[in-house]
């Protein structure tokens, strides 16, 4: 199995100021042992596709239960 990529945004987005909801989704990753690139328009973690489906839930899970309103993910898998 490949690598694939993970892009989310998650709202309400307030600029600087990431809030309760982005910060639990970001929790929820780094608990997954992975590394997070907090960007200024989404985040990005990349982990074994087989990984995948756990970890996104886990971050739309503790999103939603944090306050989000709308949690956006994009999963890439990277060319080999």
Known sequence: MGD??????IEPFVDGNPGPHVLAAWQAIE???CE??????SS???VASGRAHELVGDLVQA?????????NVQVEQHEQ
Do not use: C, K, N, Q
């Not at 694939?4 to 945004?9: A, C, G, K, Q, W």
């Not at 997070?36 to 328009?41: D, M, N, Q, R, T």
């Not at 999103?63 to 949690?71: D, E, K, L």
């Open 44 to 46: 990005t973690v990349d």
């Open 63 to 71: 999103a939603f239960a944090s306050g989000a309103t709308r949690v």
């Open 36 to 41: 997070l690139v907090a960007g200024p328009f």
């Open 4 to 9: 694939v990529r993970i892009e989310f945004t």
């Open 31 to 33: 608990a997954h042992g």
